[in-house]
């Protein structure tokens, strides 16, 4: 078992939380899923993403902040991680240029900067679906369609969201796809917007994590794994201690924040790979289906057309 790195330099904010829960521009359409003290929003036209969880009156999320990639819980489809150089190679053998979202290199799909199409609440508000096509209007030249599902159970002191990311191909095609989760480190007051309580660590146990590729920074070797060691403590400024992905991990990851919460993230038997990343502001835990660079280096799924692939995310949690 290891855990991500400590900051003891780090403290709950002084100020209140300058991002509201939800901004004006998506109230609109946001979708609220409500159970016995855990209010989830889920918002349509923000990449289908869940734009907050508040549990007994603490949010976990990282809110809305200006950046479509640092806040939330968005899906990523249909690829995930980074691409090198924002380019891939279809199953056609045509080559598509991408504008770059990281470096040189383009990072997390296309579904996260897209708008559900369609969407439909449970009576009981408890559960809802949004759609929507990935397609050359979504930035995509190839077709397919992305569904979202999510359904909350449970209360503030044991519950569980549950959510499911589903691509379907029209036409054959390669794909990888996750989830990208930005915890805070922090939990916040939602009534008071204040920082409280203890720093979130993440514990979870990797057999390794794939190295570094030193000849392009920011992306890893899809063969080369490495053993994988606590996180240690963390220098003020040092910045994220991990930015990788870790392999071998068959029971669940949890983070805990001191006595306050446990949560726990368990995924599909289709992912294979954990992206960690940990800078002073965030802790996020990114299951995929495939290493990134998976169009280049290997380890995209191939669908044919009417095929889907399906990666589900169940967060749980006690209190």
Request: proline share 8%; with cysteine.
């Amino acid at each position: 078992m290891i855990r991500s790195a400590r900051h003891p330099h780090l403290a709950p904010a002084s100020t209140p939380e300058a991002y509201p829960q939800i901004p004006d521009y998506l109230q609109a359409t946001a979708i609220t899923l409500n159970s016995d003290g855990v209010l989830v929003t889920l918002l349509p036209d923000a990449g289908l993403r869940v734009g907050s969880i508040v549990i007994g009156g603490r949010e976990l999320l990282v809110r809305e902040n200006g950046h479509p990639a640092t806040w939330g819980i968005f899906p990523m489809a249909p690829w995930a991680g980074r691409m090198a150089n924002a380019t891939f190679t279809d199953l056609a053998g045509a080559t598509h240029q991408f504008a770059p979202t990281w470096g040189d290199h383009a990072f997390h799909g296309r579904l996260y900067q897209c708008s559900a199409n369609e969407q439909s609440v449970a009576g009981d508000g408890r559960s809802a679906v949004m759609y929507s096509p990935l397609d050359r209007g979504a930035g995509w030249p190839l077709n397919a369609r992305a569904e979202v599902s999510a359904a909350l159970s449970g209360n503030a002191t044991a519950g569980a969201l549950a959510i499911t990311l589903t691509i379907t191909a029209e036409v054959e095609q390669h794909v990888t796809a996750g989830w990208h989760p930005c915890f805070r480190r922090f939990l916040l007051d939602a009534n008071l917007r204040r920082e409280t309580g203890a720093e979130g660590v993440l514990s979870f146990a990797p057999t390794g994590v794939l190295a570094r590729d030193a000849a392009m920074p920011g992306l890893h070797l899809v063969d080369v794994v490495q053993p994988a060691v606590d996180g240690g403590i963390a220098a003020p400024g040092a910045g994220a201690t991990w930015d990788d992905p870790f392999v071998g991990v068959t029971t669940p990851p949890q983070i805990t924040w001191g006595n306050d919460l446990t949560l726990s993230l368990a995924a599909g038997p289709a992912v294979t790979h954990w992206m960690v990343y940990d800078p002073d502001d965030a802790l996020c835990v990114e299951p995929q289906v495939g290493p990134p660079d998976a169009f280049h280096r290997g380890g995209a799924i191939e669908l044919k057309a009417g095929e889907s692939l399906s990666v589900p995310l169940v967060l749980s949690w006690s209190a």
